[in-house]
Nanobody
């Protein structure tokens, strides 16, 4: 069983930055792909970024490419999402997730999810 706990969300003005953290426990996650997703009110959960095992090449949604950076610290069993140049449309609940498989962009391909952290970007 894996537990994922996100932190670092909050309220920020447009153009600002936030860094989200996802601390894992119950299993070492270095061998698995970790992803970040977000869900705005009334909308479906969408892929944001993912990083493969052993710090493999990251993947990003087009909407965040060049602004967000995903990274992992396997020694700390933690994954991060650095979010820069935030826009009001980035407002959502952000979730981290772990997959045992090879998919990275489909929510249904992930096995464990955190409880989410709210990010609100004001204009």
């Amino acid at each position: 069983q894996v537990q994922l706990v996100e932190s670092g969300g909050g309220l920020v003005q447009a153009g600002g930055s936030l860094r989200l953290s996802c601390a894992a426990s119950g299993r070492t996650v270095s061998a698995y792909t970790m992803g970040w997703f977000r869900q705005a009110p009334g909308k479906e959960r969408k892929f944001v970024a993912a990083i493969g095992w052993s710090g493999g090449s990251p993947y990003y949604a087009d909407s965040v490419q060049g602004r967000f950076t995903i990274s992992r610290d396997d020694a700390e069993n933690t994954v991060y999402l650095q979010m820069n140049s935030l826009k009001p449309e980035d407002t959502a609940v952000y979730y981290c997730a772990l997959t045992y498989g090879t998919t990275y962009s489909r929510p249904g391909g992930y096995n464990y999810w955190g409880q989410g952290t709210q990010v609100t970007v004001s204009s």
